[in-house]
């Protein structure tokens, strides 16, 4: 069994294996990146021969007629736009000269991930599976559609349509999910290895980091937790004067508009500024957090992609 993850620029192979499951997603802040992860594992876990997990722009659109089975992870950004990374992937595809028997040999299927507030809610996954519909191929199941208003984000679709996916794919070709009860079951250790990989620099080893400790001594004394804590009053008392809920229904997700006053006048801005309201930690909390996990208080710690 061969897994790929790739996040790299990588050309796909000239002879796609038969028993090869590609994974292709457009992502802008990550979401997809996770959502295609997910779907790559539980399909290695049905015993999918070879699983190749790509994002859009580093796989080459021509060569889509060579591949057998598909599966698309789209996120929406601006206003109903395609991710950056998908631009050029969905200029191409709407080239005219691309027959209606273009992807005759492929096997597909599309999840998107977009937010129901958005008046163009899901736009690019909806038209990359007509799109790619149109060009010939053949859907795996009906496509999934994530709302990040759904009370658990986007998995609130993802976790349906997976399962239907899977159960598709098993019926399409049996050989490419052999173990397809393995793949939708939610066992604790699907996460596998962890991704990244976390370094302690003790007080001496720290010198190797001396660039990163500038950085870090600059953000904690922009820390509001030391002015608020340290003085009585924050530096400016903003008064709430609308503090409107936009999230709509039952969801437990509770995104709000709030507008604050400055009642004595004190702030001057113009058009354009920005004001950037900084989450505060009470030191002593992170105090006995450190106590509590047996930290060092004084050790610097990086973290970076295994
Ligand atoms: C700036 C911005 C614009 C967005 N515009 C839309 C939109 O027009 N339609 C939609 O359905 N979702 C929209 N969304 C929601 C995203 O598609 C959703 O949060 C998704 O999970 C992001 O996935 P990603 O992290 O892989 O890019 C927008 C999100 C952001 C941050």
């Not at 859907?139 to 609130?156: M, P, V």
């Not at 660039?211 to 008392?237: F, Q, T």
Request: charged residues 25%; glycine residues 6%.
């Amino acid at each position: 069994m061969s897994l790929l993850w790739s996040h790299l620029p990588m050309a796909p192979s000239s002879s796609p294996l038969p028993g090869r499951l590609v994974i292709l997603y457009s992502s802008q802040t990550g979401n997809a990146i996770d959502a295609a992860e997910r779907v790559g594992r539980e399909a290695e876990h049905g015993g999918c021969p070879a699983v190749e997990v790509l994002s859009t722009d580093s796989f080459n659109p021509s060569c889509l007629p060579d591949e057998r089975f598909m599966i698309f992870i789209v996120s929406t950004m601006g206003q109903g736009d395609p991710p950056d990374s998908m631009k050029d992937f969905w200029k191409y595809l709407l080239r005219n000269h691309l027959g209606v028997r273009w992807l005759k040999g492929l096997h597909y299927a599309v999840f998107g991930l977009g937010d129901s507030s958005y008046r163009e809610c899901n736009f690019p996954a909806i038209k990359l599976d007509q799109r790619i519909f149109d060009l010939g191929a053949k859907r795996i199941t009906e496509r999934g559609l994530g709302d990040d208003q759904h009370s658990l984000g986007y998995e609130g679709e993802l976790d349906p349509w997976l399962l239907s996916l899977w159960k598709s794919l098993n019926r399409t070709n049996p050989s490419l999910l052999p173990r397809v009860s393995d793949a939708s079951h939610r066992k604790l250790n699907i996460l596998g290895d962890a991704k990244v990989e976390v370094i302690y620099y003790s007080a001496p080893q720290a010198t190797d980091i001396s660039d990163s400790k500038i950085l870090i001594e600059k953000a904690r004394s922009m820390s509001p937790a030391l002015k608020c804590h340290n003085s009585i009053e924050p530096l400016h008392m903003l008064q709430m004067v609308t503090n409107q809920r936009l999230t709509k229904g039952d969801t437990d997700r509770d995104v709000r508009h709030f507008e604050l006053e400055d009642w004595r006048s004190a702030i001057s801005y113009q058009v354009g500024d920005v004001l950037e309201i900084l989450p505060s930690q009470n030191p002593s909390l992170v105090d006995d957090f450190i106590k509590r996990c047996n930290l060092d208080p004084d050790c610097y710690i990086t973290v970076r992609a295994k």
